[in-house]
């Protein structure tokens, strides 16, 4: 029998916790700079997918149903034609947190299923919106214990600047900014020599000396104000806004065709990686009938879950019950499953033996998923309407009414 698909896995309950975990804050840190949910379907028309997919984006389209309908690659398109056909109060400011498929080579932190966490607004050309989003990514990374991460920034309108000025045009303009967006998979000295083919010795020559430039942030925005001023003047006005350290990367793309204005990226490693990515994307919307401006940052759950397994910043755990409900003998069973009815009621989670064995193989079962503590229950503890409470760490024993055990569990 075959295993899972190429590029898809299956995630077990320990992954899953750290996973849901790290759902939940990105979720709560969306929520609390005021967006809101919205859910799209897992398929789209091919016609809508391929509107502004672009040529690379193109080919990792999963294709069903007779060519008509394909498996969505990203949650910007859907918000797109969503948008683009709702009378929404503007700005709309939504975020999504659901699965996408790309049909591309695995490689690590990436595949072929993954989920994507997204914040969009839409309805406002305001650099505010940018910096808004840039204080979410710094805000996430923070939340995971990442500090030093890189926030890097740069404007599309700059690189066309740039291309012009070389006189590089057409497909040609598109090859190049492919070629760019892919040095953090194949390295420098391949870029530079794919654009030597591209454009030439000379033109490339020209453009990698431009987007290698040293210095700081106010060095590089007078270089990027030869190229484009409104560009140079939209990366000034975000920086204005920030007050956390924000990079400006004149050799940032981003591959994606749709994006018209400032794009950025997040780093927390050097070897996994973009960790958060997006961009002004003003275009979009017009092409499914309502134009809008609209920009939105993507935050990729695989990738921050790896990177959090393996520098040890999850909490790794393989159950949210913190109490085993233990019956001496089966016929205590019934009561058994009251106490934990109780224990439940008071918010706490736990299990009650499910396959009538001995209480040392209870106790072995609740250690093999680190279940703080046991309760343990028998004729005595049913007379009482209590439990002998058994902390699974130190052994130690306590005969104590129900309440009582709540109370302890939940450390009053």
Known sequence: MKLTPKGMRDIGPEDMFVREEAIERIRQTFRSFGYRPLETPAMEYLETLRAKAGPEVDKQIFVIEGNEYGLRFDLTVPLARYAAATDAPKPFKRYAIDVVWRKEEPQRGRFREFYQADVDIVGSSSMRCEA????????????????????????????????????????????????????????????????REIVGEKKAGELLSIIRSKGDNNTRLALAAKYSEAGAKELAEILSLCDFEVEIDL???????????????????????????????????????????????SVGIERLVTLLAEQKKALIKKTDSRVFVASVKPEFYPYAAEVAAAFRKAGIACETDLNERSLRKQFDYANSLGIPFAAVVGEREKKENAVTLRDMGGGKEEVLPIGAAISRVLGR
């Open 251 to 297: 050799f940032l793309v981003r591959g994606l065709g749709y994006y018209t204005g400032p794009v950025f990226e997040i780093k927390l490693s050097e070897g996994i990686g973009t960790v958060i990515a997006g961009g002004r994307y003003d275009g979009l919307l017009g092409i499914y009938g309502q134009d809008s401006p609209a920009v939105g940052i």
């Open 132 to 195: 808004e989003l840039l204080g979410i990514a710094s805000d996430i990374c923070g939340s995971f214990g990442f500090p030093k991460r890189r926030i890097l920034l740069n404007n599309r309108k700059i690189l066309d600047g740039i291309a012009s000025k070389l006189g590089i045009e057409g497909d040609a303009k598109g090859e190049v900014f492919r070629v760019l967006d892919k040095l953090d998979k194949i390295g420098e000295g391949e870029v530079e020599k794919l654009l």
